[in-house]
């Protein structure tokens, strides 16, 4: 099946990426020039330079390869981030989105279309809403929240008004390697290894360690969208979770003793959010009806992603 990756250089892209090529099937991406990663930075003859922003750049690369799978994965896709580039989150999320559905629906119109939805649409909810199930309504809080809620209706809409067949995955957090450091796990590993390379005193900087997020291994997260087009029906938005969640100061404490460091931990006002959920916990029902099973436990993650920042620094 030919596949085109947006976004390939990114954590869930590159893993994407890896399981079509293992099936032998011919795989191609599109990246940014400013893409940033040591992916991006190889001489891959596979990767496209081009931003989901030009229309014709990118029609241009769907009529060249007229692909069968297209896995949508180009995004500003930090939620921590988003609040200071509100407008670049918008403009990407949404307006790339409208470019790769119409490109899709116009060059390869029987084609399948993976897109990256996202848990932060739920938004505005308690503890006592969890775990959440895919029928409740979305009522994002955040810049990213609401751009991904939006990307998430484009979906729909391009499905239900010209049958293109897009599978909407509700992401909620992967862990992986290859990630920036703009999320609290890879942001704790980062300090750690730099602290255990001696390249920072022993002092790690957090923000909110209150709240509780479901994390999910990118793997094991790639393995169930997968699963999605296999055993999924196009429309029909699936939570990609585990069904369990970590309170961050919990996921703060087992890298620590898997670094196996004396660390003093001090509060940064400059890492909390204007908002920030308490509990983001999603119910996998749909998804463990299919047959998903997760395969990395969360420490196994943990000693991947850790691992991964030292060998990076």
């Known amino acids: 099946m030919k596949t085109l990756i947006t976004g ?5 892209g590159t893993h994407f990426a890896r399981m079509t090529r293992d099936k032998g099937w011919p795989t191609v991406g599109i990246a940014r020039n400013s893409a940033s990663s040591r992916i991006a ?6 990767i496209i ?49 409208v470019n790769v559905l119409r490109a899709s629906q116009r060059i390869v119109p029987d084609a399948r279309v993976i897109i990256a939805c996202s848990s932060a649409g739920y938004g505005n909810i308690r503890p006592e ?34 049958g293109l067949k897009v599978f909407l995955p509700r992401l909620f957090i992967h862990v992986g390697t290859g990630h920036p450091p703009a999320t609290a796990i890879q942001n704790f590993a980062r300090q750690l290894a730099l602290i255990a ?4 005193e022993p002092e790690v900087r957090v923000g909110n360690l209150e709240s509780a997020r479901d994390f999910i291994d990118v793997r094991d997260g790639v393995a169930a969208m997968m699963m999605m087009l296999e055993k999924g029906e196009p429309g029909d938005p699936i939570n990609i979770c585990t069904g369990k969640a970590y309170k961050i100061s919990d ?19 400059a890492l909390f959010r204007p908002s920030d959920e308490p509990l983001l916990l999603g119910d ?17 993650t943990l000693k991947a992603v850790y691992e991964d920042w030292l060998s990076r620094i």
């Open 8 to 12: 390939i250089t990114g954590m869930i």
């Open 41 to 46: 930075a190889s001489p891959d003859p596979d």
């Open 49 to 97: 330079r081009v931003d989901i922003l030009d229309r014709d750049a990118l029609e241009n690369v769907v009529k060249d390869f007229q692909p069968e799978l297209v896995i949508h994965m180009a995004a500003q896709a930090f939620n921590s981030i988003s609040w200071q580039t509100e407008e670049s989150t918008h403009l990407n999320n949404y307006q790339g989105t």
């Open 129 to 162: 809403d969890c775990p959440l199930v895919e029928e409740r309504f979305l009522r994002p809080i955040t810049p990213y929240g609401v751009s991904k809620a939006a990307t998430e209706c484009l979906g729909y809409q391009y499905f239900v008004n010209y």
């Open 197 to 200: 390379k001696g390249k920072l």
């Open 251 to 269: 996921i703060l404490n087992r890298l620590i003793r898997l670094s196996g460091l004396d660390i003093k931990v001090e509060t940064d006002q």
């Open 284 to 300: 996998n029902s749909k998804l463990q009806a299919m047959g998903w099973e997760q395969t990395y436990s969360i420490d196994q």
